[in-house]
């Protein structure tokens, strides 16, 4: 009897674990439907984002193309955009706004590898563009004062910009980055500082001053005072030279120029998506008050408020744990469903039943469409065997084509990184439609 009392309690328990976590299940899809709803209605909801910048990935030359395009802008002989950032910014670091005279800037190309030059007369202004998290080059910015200096200026007239990724400043430079060698119009490969290709003697672990580097210049601590991190701020400076006019534009010429205006608001909201700012302040205190309301924080101090909050993400992770297993089960019928629909028999991947491919024999080839995965990204592929050339019928086919459309495909193999799922829904479409070339062979 005891042992049955034992067995009742054990089920009686499981019940309640069981009912406790279906109830915390649906107090967290309750609290994510609430922040929702907040976030919907909060007046300082961010815009509707449609980024064309951002849905091709634009690197380093884009948006040096951007920003010379910008500064070039010119309004009754004067360049007001780069006006207004050297008030702002180049003022900290000893430059004198009036110096601006004729200002050149090759708006389309680099000059001499410099991201973007403005130079004039008395001045020249290096800006070099890090915003997508390109290292630094062997003595990148020491070459490009080098450059200057034999173009006539001064050391006084040279002003350096970095417009980084991340918030850093120079000392988190490598010190081969302002150090300039004897043979520093040579390739990174053949100076003779160098380690190997990518690393220089002053960057290294052995680095002796005495006997390596000698013939280097530094250049660090001559140019700091005139050196200039600018980040985070500089997209709230674009946004209000649009914005709030700064710039000091008539109105007719801000309507003139609505294009202008339209590509800088572009460019600001795919800087705040790299600075990871889109979300204003208001906003994200709009939901810190959502949270505090919901999780009942108030009257509580902060290690109870901190209890709580660290209480509720466990149920989140919970949630999050019991949704991937149930997407997980979803794809499995629809896996089901294919083989159903296509009566056909998918040949599932030994370590992995979700990545599987089908054999097809088309215009006497063997080939092969896949599902796989490959350096943490997911591809619908399909592939000839003994490298032979894709049939005709599959390269010409114009669904197949807008399906599996990846800039890298050769003649044997034809392919389209993916999500999972939209890699899914691919190898589905593409099936029924070998199948269909498959059975029409069939009857020649």
């Not at 709030?244 to 800087?271: I, M, W």
């Not at 990871?276 to 999780?295: A, G, H, P």
């Amino acid at each position: 009897m005891a042992n049955l009392k034992d067995i009742k309690n054990t089920e009686n328990l499981v019940e309640s674990v069981e009912s406790r976590t279906l109830q915390t299940c649906q107090e967290v899809l309750c609290l994510s439907d609430g922040l929702m709803e907040c976030e919907e209605e909060s007046p300082n909801k961010p815009p509707f984002s449609i980024n064309y910048l951002e849905y091709y990935d634009s690197h380093e030359p884009v948006t040096s193309w951007i920003i010379r395009h910008i500064f070039a802008y010119s309004y009754n002989g004067r360049l007001p955009y780069f006006e207004l950032f050297a008030k702002t910014f180049l003022q900290d670091i000893g430059f004198k706004p009036e110096w601006i005279d004729t200002p050149i800037i090759d708006k389309d190309h680099e000059y001499k590898s410099i991201d973007i030059l403005i130079r004039d007369k008395q001045y020249a202004v290096i800006i070099e563009n890090k915003l997508k998290g390109a290292a630094f080059q062997l003595n990148q910015l020491a070459r490009y004062i080098a450059t200057m200096r034999e173009e006539g200026y001064t050391d006084e007239q040279i002003f350096v910009v970095v417009l980084p990724k991340y918030d850093i400043d120079n000392n988190d430079l490598c010190t081969s980055v302002w150090r300039l060698p004897k043979d520093w119009k040579s390739t990174s490969q053949s100076r003779k500082c160098r380690v190997d290709t990518h690393i220089c003697w002053c960057d290294s672990e052995g680095y002796r001053p005495k006997a390596h580097c000698k013939k280097c210049e530094s250049l660090k601590e001559l140019f700091e005072c005139r050196t200039l991190f600018i980040h985070k701020e500089f997209s709230t400076w674009l946004y209000e030279c649009i914005d709030n006019n700064t710039v000091g534009l008539p109105e007719d010429e801000l309507r003139k120029q609505y294009v202008l205006k339209s590509a800088t608001l572009q460019f600001v909201d795919f800087l705040n998506a790299i600075y990871q700012t889109r979300e204003n302040d208001k906003y994200k205190m709009d939901i810190k008050e959502f949270f505090s309301e919901q999780l009942k924080l108030e009257g509580h101090d902060i290690a109870e408020q901190l209890s709580l909050v660290e209480s509720k993400k466990e149920d989140v992770d919970e949630l999050v744990s019991q949704l991937d297993s149930f997407y997980w089960s979803k794809i499995e019928e629809y896996i089901s469903d294919i083989e159903h629909r296509h009566n056909v028999q998918l040949v599932h991947d030994d370590n992995n039943k979700f990545y599987f491919h089908y054999d097809f024999r088309l215009e006497r080839k063997n080939i092969k469409l896949s599902l796989g995965y490959e350096d943490g990204s997911n591809f619908c592929q399909i592939e000839a065997n003994g490298r032979l050339r894709i049939p005709e019928i599959i390269k010409n086919d114009s669904e197949i084509s807008e399906e599996l459309n990846d800039k890298n495909n050769n003649n044997n193999c034809i392919w389209r990184w993916d999500s999972y799922k939209e890699s899914l829904l691919r190898f589905d479409r593409i099936l029924g439609r070998l199948i269909e070339f498959q059975n029409n062979d069939k009857r020649k």
